[in-house]
């Protein structure tokens, strides 16, 4: 069914608005994904805060204009279906790759991240993004290892002085009577 004039400009005002806060674009053709395969990873990309939406080319350039996904409108072609990670950056990418595997017919074309108009190959790098909660445990990680280091390091201080045990030398409190 075609769309007419006012539809057209809501569905790009609505890609508009995703795409200005979009953390990364991959465009995939999905020629031959069946009803099945296309509902099951809609569901999936609602549940990892992925956008996806099929939408034709003229209106998708027309969305991204002025956005730092305006440098894939020149390279938009065939039918597409458009990912974009809206909650973090690897999210569209995994989306896009895990579906890949189980359907030959799903091919990445495009990726698009931080301004950058990147090969399909790149959907590979993207997916390998850490998601909030992996980078949230690196950063407690790096944010631990100066306390660890330094517990190290009295431990060492104390057992070089031959003090042993740091807590055995400190007096045991008298008990109640």
């Not at 005002?13 to 465009?27: D, P």
């Amino acid at each position: 069914m075609a769309l007419n004039l006012s539809q057209k400009q809501e569905v790009v005002a609505e890609l508009a608005e995703v795409a200005a806060k979009a953390h990364s674009l991959v465009a995939a053709e999905y020629a031959g994904t069946t009803v099945a395969q296309m509902t099951a990873m809609r569901k999936k990309a609602r549940e990892t805060g992925v956008y996806l939406r099929v939408v034709k080319n003229t209106l998708a350039s027309r969305a991204v204009a002025g956005t730092e996904f305006e440098v894939v409108k020149d390279v938009l072609v065939g039918p597409l279906l458009y990912a974009f990670s809206t909650e973090e950056p690897g999210a569209a990418g995994r989306l896009i790759k895990e579906f890949a595997k189980g359907n030959d017919k799903l091919k990445t074309k495009v990726v698009a991240w931080e301004g950058k108009l990147l090969s399909a190959e790149h959907v590979d790098v993207l997916a390998s993004l850490p998601t909030r909660e992996q980078a949230l445990a690196m950063l407690a990680r790096v944010l631990a290892e100066p306390a660890s280091m330094f517990a190290r390091v009295v431990k060492a201080v104390a057992d070089q002085q031959g003090g042993g045990d740091v807590a055995a030398d400190v007096p045991a409190e008298a008990e109640p009577a």
